[in-house]
């Protein structure tokens, strides 16, 4: 089974507008972290926000939050306001603390259009 | 501080090369890894270093072995290069469970 699906390979969204990105995890381990990563075309990894399996509250961090449903094992990123900068693959990971793993997803291209 | 180092940015091999791709961090991380990003694909895990002097098999471990130098540097190796090893590594690090990891700029191999 895959460890992090990511159901859409290219989304597009209008500048100025709000878009979610999916992502869903399996595992059996019950502390582990969620990472969103952003890869532009210049091809390094940036990270851009964190969820942990403990935490209340959904993480958030300037334009870009994390919808956290953990009974549902759905971790979305949703980026408010984007930006034609905003154009990049967008890349769910997750790390199983007790299992020591870490897994990634095979990403969804964002195209923000003027 | 320069973060995440990899050399080289660029190779090219023939079937049957060998050469290793050298990592070094600044940040005091104890974690380190390696993965292989192939053409419109997520990363996969090759191998890791949880602490200085050890080192555990990700999910593509095959053809590669790995060498944690110090607490600073991860090096991974190819001893017989195949095609199929052509791909774009990224090496990472960690500073606990907990943290992001901070990826380097990456290696495009090319295996002809």
């Known amino acids: 089974a895959q460890k992090i699906t990511q159901t859409q390979p290219g989304m597009f969204v209008q500048e100025k507008e709000a878009v979610t990105l999916d992502c869903t995890y399996d595992t059996s381990d019950p502390s582990y972290g969620l990472f969103w990563y952003k890869q532009p075309s210049s091809g390094e990894m940036i990270f851009l926000i964190y969820q942990g399996s403990y935490d209340q509250q959904n993480a958030t961090e300037g334009r870009y939050s994390l919808n956290f449903q953990k009974a549902r094992k759905s971790a979305n990123l949703v980026i408010s306001a984007s930006q034609l900068g905003d154009s990049a693959m967008y890349f769910c990971a997750m790390r199983e603390i007790n299992f020591n793993k870490f897994y990634f997803g095979s990403g969804t291209k964002l195209n923000v259009k003027p | 501080n320069a973060g995440v180092t990899q050399t080289p940015k660029f190779q090219v091999l023939k079937t049957g090369q060998s050469m290793t791709l050298q990592c070094a961090q600044d940040m005091n991380h104890n974690s380190m890894y390696w993965y292989r990003q192939d053409p419109g694909m997520g990363l996969r895990l090759i191998y890791y270093?949880?602490?200085?002097?050890?080192?555990d098999k990700g999910e593509v471990p095959n053809g590669y072995n790995v060498s944690r130098l110090n607490k600073r540097e991860f090096s991974l190796r190819l001893e017989s290069a195949a095609p199929s090893q052509t791909s774009v590594y990224f090496c990472?690090?960690?500073?606990?469970?907990?943290?992001?990891?901070?990826f380097g700029p990456g290696t495009r191999l090319t295996v002809l």
């Open positions: 270093s949880a602490s200085e002097g050890t080192t």
């Open positions: 990472a690090s960690q500073e606990s469970s907990y943290n992001e990891q901070f």
